[in-house]
């Protein structure tokens, strides 16, 4: 099941680990992707800390930790084809995997529908 955060983040649990990365309305807004760092494998992250950036043609935004947790593993594909995020945001285009402090507070993100209202 897919959840939502406020700052475009879409989160896929499997376990104690969710995968991360930016929704298709995020890359829209963003427009051309040519640029993405992402954080150290181990790094430990509080909710809201900067995990990861992007840069576009337009500007360059942060990717926020959705929830506290440590990365465990990063997309080098999109650090060497940043076009992948902008193809497959919420597939190929996924960012880090974090291991997440507490899975429960998955419960208080977003689900689709909440955030199709959001960002309508």
Known sequence: MLKYTEDHEWLELEGDVATVGITAHATELLGDIVFVQ????????????????????KAASDVYAPLAGEVVEINQA????????????????????LRLADVKAMDGLMDEAAYMKHIE
């Open 78 to 97: 999109i650090v060497d084809d940043p076009a992948t995020v902008n193809v497959d945001p919420q597939g190929k285009g996924w960012f880090f995997k």
């Open 38 to 57: 992402l954080p150290e494998i181990g790094a430990k992250l509080e909710k809201g800390d900067g995990a990861a950036v992007v840069e576009s043609v």
